[in-house]
């Protein structure tokens, strides 16, 4: 939507760095298991803002798909790849309306909602793929101020992916503070099929 672009646009152009130059501490942490698990290094950044975790993937190896609806966080993200050597193809949409169809051995989804798009991110899972969720949680403070549609009740991701053919690896919930997340990693079965098998690290 032209709002939400021109709403990111303003945000990323206010500052430097809106969220920061150094990635997620949860992508941080679990890198090293991160690789061990992919059966490649074809990877998808959904809402990559001004590109950070896109970057850091990229230093690690991956070749990286970033996917964002801001002009202005995607220029900051060429910009800082360039300045780092590395190569991410940055690609301006509205995932309100773009098609994943793409295969990836790793998907993240870090500060960013849209439930019906979750089983279109599991489908373009490569089997023995993996998917990073990281993610606000709603919270009576947050409900004055956000679209509750953009916000996870607590418990609901897992419910999510329990779903889903594959195991859940880690899975936690911060409830407390200004700013509760969810976060979960995913690896989907690799023979891709065969019933859900849902375990927490």
């Known amino acids: 939507m032209e709002t939400d672009r021109i709403k990111w646009n303003q945000r990323y152009e206010s500052e430097d760095s809106f969220l920061g130059e150094h990635p997620s501490p949860f992508l941080a942490r679990e890198i090293e298991r991160i690789k061990m698990l992919t059966p490649g290094f074809a990877a998808l950044d959904i809402a990559c803002g001004e590109g950070r975790n896109s970057l850091f993937l990229a230093q690690q190896g991956f070749k990286v798909t970033g996917l964002d ?14 300045a780092k050597g590395v190569d991410i193809d940055f690609r301006r949409v509205d995932l309100d309306s773009y098609v994943l169809e793409e295969c ?13 798009l979750i089983p279109s991110e599991v489908a373009c899972l490569k089997p023995g ?3 990073l969720f990281d993610t606000i949680m709603a919270s009576e403070q ?5 679209n509750p549609s953009y916000l996870l009740h607590p418990g609901e991701l897992r419910r999510i992916f329990e779903a889903f053919p594959g195991v859940i690896l880690y899975a936690d919930e911060t409830c407390c503070g200004d700013m509760p997340t969810t976060r979960l990693l995913f690896r989907k079965n690799e023979n891709n099929g ?5 375990i927490s690290a």
Do not use: C, W
């Open 69 to 82: 609806i801001s002009d202005a966080g995607l220029i900051k993200g060429r910009k800082r790849a360039r």
């Open 104 to 116: 990836y051995d790793l998907i993240i989804n870090f500060n960013f909602l849209m439930r019906e």
């Open 129 to 131: 793929g993996v998917l």
């Open 142 to 146: 947050l409900l004055q101020t956000h």
């Open 194 to 198: 065969g019933k859900p098998n849902a």
